[in-house]
């Protein structure tokens, strides 16, 4: 049985002994009494390289965008968002649970939306519709392959938004891939933002945790939510510290993940069962299956030749790179999918 080289998600790394000896050595102290020092410098850190007030340390991605959410939107409010996005998709019907709204769903091509969709989604003032409260971008979109906005783009949405007194969330569980890719500075994405996510257990590598940024009142009225959530956590500096150690670490690294991700696509572009790669962008590959071959048994051949990745539609498949796939086993999987006969289509 040889060893299998798991492209599911960036989720499924397990942290490096220098990070586990990080962890161990954090200084800790009951952080829902604002006594953990580590958690506070997690929070301090991410929020001063984003040139933001203030920060909150959470359990998940998920729940970093719930609270934002609950933060910036009213029950009977509606948020605007892309049909792709994590928010709508793949967080339990949250937005209706937690925090009573509605959604209009936009359709940017890979999930990259634009002023000219945005404005005439907004609504008027009128009894009928829903007060358009938020607007929620997702950077990199997980479902758009892994596409990036630049700040350039991000810009004339933040002015919209504004303009028409909405907030403007960011998903960023994904940021720092974006940030590496486009080379935007972290700095400059405070101003456009009054709300960002960001995951330390995707690409940075972390085990467990995802910080919210935002104005000090934000943060304030954020951490009273993730309470009401169930989210406060005790001595969580020994989380925290995984979260410093794979920024100060972890960051730069993740190019190799995207020059990887291109090998792959490379390599399927070029295989007869696939029939199309969206462009690479960052570090997630997903690829059309041919027609004459069924989603099932692509998957079926590349699990038994130990190669795990995931299907994100009916016809797709995805592959997601990350800190657990060495450049090894990128060049054992190219191979594999050159070699690959998955059962055709009868
Ligand atoms: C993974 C992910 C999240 C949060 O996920 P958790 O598993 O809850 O940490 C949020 N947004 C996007 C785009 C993601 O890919």
């Known amino acids: 049985m040889q060893n299998k080289i798991d492209f599911r998600s960036d989720t499924v790394t397990i942290p490096t002994p220098e990070m586990i000896a990080a962890m161990m050595n954090a200084k800790v102290g009951d952080d829902v009494y604002g006594e953990d020092e580590t958690v506070a410098a997690l929070e301090s850190k991410l929020s001063r390289l984003f040139n933001m007030e203030a920060g909150l340390f959470c359990p998940s991605g998920t729940m970093t965008n719930q609270i934002a959410i ?27 649970f937690h925090s009573g709204a509605s959604v209009r769903l936009l359709n940017g091509p890979r999930g990259i939306l634009n002023p000219e969709m945005i404005s005439p989604e907004i609504n008027e003032d009128n009894i009928h ?21 630049t700040l350039e783009q991000i810009a004339p949405i933040s002015e919209l938004c504004k303009r028409k007194g909405l907030k403007l969330h960011l998903d960023g569980a994904r940021i720092f891939n974006a940030l590496v890719k486009t080379g935007d500075a972290a700095k400059d994405y405070g101003q456009y933002f009054d709300g960002i996510s960001i995951c330390l257990s995707k690409g940075l590598g972390a085990p467990v945790g995802s910080v919210l940024l935002g104005t000090k009142e934000t943060i304030h009225k954020a951490n009273k939510i993730r309470k009401a959530f169930g989210g406060g956590m005790r001595q969580a500096g020994f989380l925290a510290a995984a979260g410093i150690y794979a920024l100060d670490h972890q960051v730069d690294r993740l190019a190799e993940d995207h020059l990887h991700a ?25 690829f059309k299956i041919a027609a004459h071959y069924t989603t099932a048994s692509v998957l079926d051949s590349l699990t038994k030749n130990g190669i795990l990745c995931g299907a994100t539609g009916p016809d797709t498949l995805r592959f997601v790179t990350h800190l657990n796939t060495n450049a090894d086993q990128i060049a054992e999987a190219v191979q594999l999918i050159k070699e690959l006969k998955p059962v055709k289509r009868s």
């Not at 009213?74 to 928010?87: K, N």
């Not at 519709?129 to 906005?149: D, I, Q, R, W």
């Open 70 to 96: 609950k933060c910036f939107t009213q029950p009977m409010d509606e948020v605007i968002c892309d049909q792709t996005a994590h928010v709508y998709r793949y967080e339990g019907g949250g937005i209706a």
């Open 129 to 149: 519709y829903p007060n358009s409260s938020l607007v929620v971008l997702e950077n990199t979109v997980n479902k758009g392959g892994g596409a990036c906005y």
């Open 262 to 286: 291109q090998l792959l696509a490379d390599a399927l572009i070029a295989a007869d069962f696939v029939a199309d790669v969206m462009p690479v962008e960052t570090n997630i590959v997903i």
